[in-house]
T-cell receptor
Framework: NAGVTQTPKFQVLKTGQSMTLQCAQD?????MSWYRQDPGMGLRLIHY???????DQGEVPNGYNVSRSTTEDFPLRLLSAAPSQTSVYFC???????????FGEGSWLTVV | AQSVTQLDSQVPVFEEAPVELRCNYS??????LFWYVQYPNQGLQLLLK??????LVESINGFEAEFNKSQTSFHLRKPSVHISDTAEYFC??????????????FGTGTRLTIIP
């Protein structure tokens, strides 16, 4: 049982480059989300999805895009990386509202 | 809108001493409350949760938290800490809007350091 899998674990980008953080879960969860973790600010919600084909913005969506073409995958795209997007990114999923949320192990992103 | 306040950013505690990590929340709708733990260079793991029922919830490794609706608090406690409890702890509130959308709001975290 792999749970929530994020790739890559570490990435260095140059300002202006684009990239995609991958997230996959094998638990048939409907709800998936992306958070970023910054020192002193806890975790902030970027985007979330309540099911395939449905996505919505969280607290800090600017500079990021998501799509949910399948139940299993929820990729996060950085359109034009900026140093302010240097952070640790976590993908999370849960079966439905009220159920336990499972987190991936995180992706460390540095934008130089 | 809901919010979570963890007043203590760092808590140093001697080994085998008791600890309390404070968490206060604000929300205008029904809430579910969670504590997550993050060990160094790892993701978040669920420690315990309150959904309904008994206001005192326990984890398998000796932590407990009590939901206090009147004080809007969900403090985390352990009577005797171990070196292995060194980690960052996040309190979170999960709320559901009138439109059925759910949101998980995290506090800023408390770094617990156990002193031998």
């Amino acid at each position: 049982n792999a749970g929530v899998t994020q790739t890559p674990k570490f990435q260095v980008l140059k300002t202006g480059q684009s990239m995609t953080l991958q997230c996959a879960q094998d638990m048939n969860h409907e709800y998936m989300s992306w958070y970023r973790q910054d020192p002193g600010m806890g975790l902030r919600l970027i985007h979330y999805s309540v099911g395939a084909g449905i996505t919505d913005q969280g607290e800090v969506p600017n500079g990021y895009n998501v799509s949910r073409s399948t139940t299993e995958d929820f990729p996060l795209r950085l359109l034009s990386a900026a140093p302010s997007q240097t952070s640790v990114y976590f993908c999370a999923s849960s079966y439905s509202i009220g159920n336990t949320i499972y987190f991936g192990e995180g992706s460390w992103l540095t934008v130089v | 809108a809901q919010s979570v306040t963890q007043l203590d950013s760092q808590v140093p505690v001697f080994e085998e001493a008791p600890v309390e990590l404070r968490c206060n929340y604000s929300s205008s709708v029904s809430v579910y409350l969670f504590w997550y733990v993050q060990y160094p260079n790892q993701g978040l793991q669920l420690l315990l949760k309150y959904l309904s029922g008994s206001t005192l919830v326990e984890s398998i490794n000796g932590f407990e938290a009590e939901f206090n609706k009147s004080q809007t608090s969900f403090h985390l406690r352990k009577p005797s800490v171990h070196i292995s409890d060194t980690a960052e702890y996040f309190c979170a509130v999960r709320s559901i809007s009138n439109f059925g959308n759910e949101k998980l709001t995290f506090g800023t975290g408390t770094r617990l350091t156990i002193i031998p």
